[in-house]
């Protein structure tokens, strides 16, 4: 009777071992640099570019980044500027409405 309440148990620790082995979790990530675009020097006789981009998202949120290139004798730089105007969320509207009623005898 020993012996079969241990195989018994023994199975049961075998099998829940085997339940435990198969499930398995996987984690698995990456990232990505990306080296910034060479920065190309005005044309000639021009002191500097300016490019500029406009968006809208689809909250009313305004983005604009203004790029400019600056370019000499000594090599060429670049400042960049992002301005982003955020609506705010729209007011609750409240409306109460009263009722009075009166009756007179």
Same mark, same amino acid.
Do not use: F, L, V
């Given at each position: 009777m020993?012996?079969?309440l241990l195989a018994g148990a023994a199975m049961l620790v075998l099998m829940s071992g085997t339940a435990f082995a198969q499930s398995t979790t996987t984690e698995t990530s990456s /990232? *990505? *640099?990306v080296a910034p675009a060479p920065l190309m020097?005005?044309?000639s006789g021009v002191l /500097?570019?300016?490019e500029t981009k406009k968006a809208v998202d689809a909250n009313g949120d305004q983005y604009e980044s203004n790029k400019t290139?600056?370019?000499n004798a000594n090599g060429v730089t670049s400042e960049s500027k992002t301005t982003t105007t955020i609506q705010p969320p729209p007011a609750a509207i409240v409306t109460k409405k009263t009722t009075t009623? /009166? *009756?007179t005898n």
């Open positions: 020993k012996t079969q /990232s *990505t *640099t020097a005005p044309p /500097s570019t300016t290139t600056y370019g009623t /009166s *009756t």
